[in-house]
């Protein structure tokens, strides 16, 4: 394989192409997938800014059977897997799942441990710090939104279940929302960016064959027959239309080859004479 | 007179005679040299399968990445490294196919499986290693790939022209004129 011309040219940029190609895959699906979660993480935590909107004058006055309708109506909403909203001491105030309701949450849960995990609670999260990702019961990945529900001065100051204005967070609410139109449409760029990767690959390798083929290995091999052939008929004319190295490498050889043959005749000749 | 002759034409062809041995060995040693030194290529690949395991399993030999960035500053992001790697990928392989062109004897495999164990720990600090982690081993694999190819057939065409010239050195007693030693 090493031995020929094509072997030799074809190898390393067979290598090079593919290699570089490949790792520009990987490198622009990586960007492509950090910029869809990204979004993704976005839009679930303007849904869970929607929730708290939408509940928030529920909790002002204290409307269980509201809050409960409403939670129950967004998490019946395509794509969205579960709506939580806990108290302050971790008990499931709210949930979509009528038997989760009045439980109290392990604050050293995943979701819980971010802010739990010291004595003294974080109480702001940045949006990527919000969000975690798991497999639901069903194999499912979800994306989960944990967002505190803040104190406001309407909270503390109402008539009706008053909170202490030094208390920053109310409670949680814990959002979740099914990944697969996400997974979907990564595995959907995924594809196509494979096969734009395969077409280049395929065509940047036949265009290198071809051109190598039409122009260093067609006239070499014209060469290669006309000096085996040269051997047996010598008045043989040297191929036309060769590349310019190979025309002076057939001229030379045609050169040498009449030279040979006229001091071979003027042996015979020297010969017959004497 | 004549015994003094014949003594200087005995001690003239014992020194040519040790020449020749002498070259005869220097040539054998080069070719042994460059035998040794085309699998240069493949141990540094070795070296980097070995690193790509260890990053494959997330370093179990490191400190967890929040001790190294508490100690030593937050890392660049994912999406600068990426970058950082797209350019060394195609720096390297451009210099690589320069010194195929004009055949130069560069050691500079094991260099690259440095820079490639970099690539891997700033990954691992900036917690992009999961995403990444195919991308540097891509780039590895085509950089150290290459570089082996590079070697083999330098060190091909040097053995076979060292072979002809012990071949040129058995038959006529003296290095080709055209062919110094020291050209490979």
Known sequence: MFDKIAGRALVPVGIVVTGFLIVC?????SAIKTVVVQDSVGHANNLAGIVLKSTRYAMLKSDRELNSAIVQNISQQKGVEHVRIFSKTGIVAFSSNAGEVNRQVDK?????????????????????EKARTFKNSVGE????????????????EAACHVHPSTQKVLGTLDIGLSQDA???????????????SVLTLILTMAGVIALLKMIVLQPMRKLQEYTERSELNSSLEHPSNLPYELDKIAKSYYFIRNKLEEVEQKAANTGKHL | MERADNNRSVTAGDTASDT?????????????GLRHFS?????????????????WRNFPYLPRPEAIVASLGPPP????????LILYTFSAIILSLCRMMASIRHRSSFCHVGYLSVFYFFYYLADGLADNYWAVFGAGFTILLME???????????????TEQLAYLERTGRLPLDDSPSDI
């Open chain 1, 25 to 29: 895959f990987l490198l622009l699906y």
């Open chain 1, 108 to 128: 050293k849960a995943e979701g819980c441990i971010l802010c739990h995990a010291k004595n003294e609670p974080i109480t702001t999260l940045g949006n990527m």
């Open chain 1, 141 to 156: 990945d979800v994306l989960a939104i944990t967002t505190p529900i803040y104190n406001e001065p309407e909270c503390s």
């Open chain 1, 182 to 196: 996400t997974l979907n449409s990564l595995s959907s760029i995924r594809g196509q960016m494979a096969l734009f």
């Open chain 2, 20 to 32: 020749r041995a002498t070259q005869r060995q220097g040539l054998l040693d080069e070719i042994k």
């Open chain 2, 39 to 55: 699998n240069r290529g493949l141990f540094a690949l070795s070296l980097f399968l070995v690193v790509s395991t260890l990053a």
């Open chain 2, 77 to 84: 992001t994912s999406q600068i490294i990426s970058m950082v």
């Open chain 2, 148 to 162: 082996s190819y590079r070697i083999w057939t330098y060190c091909n065409e040097g053995i076979i022209k060292k």
